[in-house]
């Protein structure tokens, strides 16, 4: 009795199970260019988001207190050249495009965040953050990373802009930019991944 039960149960046969694998394959062929592309596509709307947001943050700042975060305390005299996130790792190429984080540089988290060069928070002029909740690594893992050349007093004819590496992780162009020649593009003259947004 056992035995012709066992024989009555229908299940798949070898034929049946490659057949299903092989759709699956094809599925999986067709469906993972599409799903990578939305990924890619996505990351890249969030850096420039972000971007943005770190642009606005540092505008914001300087409508409070009508001077730019650019001081690694509130009396220094030298500015410092860059900006950084504390998040991520460095993308390469920043020492060798200007974006040097050892020397001459601040966190964006002590300027808009924390208050860390203890800018005054009473008066007329005064710090009225966090100008952000947080800043995180890029989407890629890199640091963002924001040139404040433009922003120092006396040089007024260059650019100041905050930037992602872009997918491939390498800074590709130069920190120091003045504004009439300001561009996104390599010493090739190709376009880059880089992710740009200029401040001015």
């Known amino acids: 009795m056992r035995m012709m039960r066992l024989r009555n149960k229908k299940g798949f046969t070898l034929i049946e199970v490659v057949v299903i694998l092989a759709v699956i394959g094809i599925l999986a062929a067709v469906l993972t260019p599409m799903l990578t592309s939305y990924i890619d596509d996505a990351r890249q709307r969030r850096a420039e988001s972000d971007v943005k947001a770190i642009g606005a943050a540092i505008c914001a700042f300087n409508k409070d207190l009508r001077k730019w975060p650019i001081y690694q305390t509130k009396d220094a005299a030298t500015p410092v050249d860059v900006l950084y996130s504390d998040a991520g790792d460095g993308a390469a190429g920043a020492a ?47 640091r963002y990373y924001v040139s404040v050349i433009g922003l120092q007093p006396g040089k007024s004819n260059y650019a ?8 491939n992780g390498t800074i590709d162009i130069n920190a120091s930019q ?19 947004y200029r401040i001015k």
């Open 96 to 142: 060798a495009k200007g974006f040097d984080t050892s020397s001459n540089a601040d966190t964006l988290e002590n300027q808009l965040i924390t208050n860390a060069p203890n800018y005054s928070t009473n008066g007329k002029r005064k710090w009225r953050g966090p100008y952000l909740e947080s800043i995180n690594s890029d989407p890629w893992g890199h």
């Open 160 to 167: 100041a802009f905050v930037l992602s590496a872009g997918p």
């Open 178 to 196: 003045t504004i009439s020649a300001f561009s996104t593009k390599d010493q090739s003259g190709e376009e880059t991944d880089d992710i740009v």
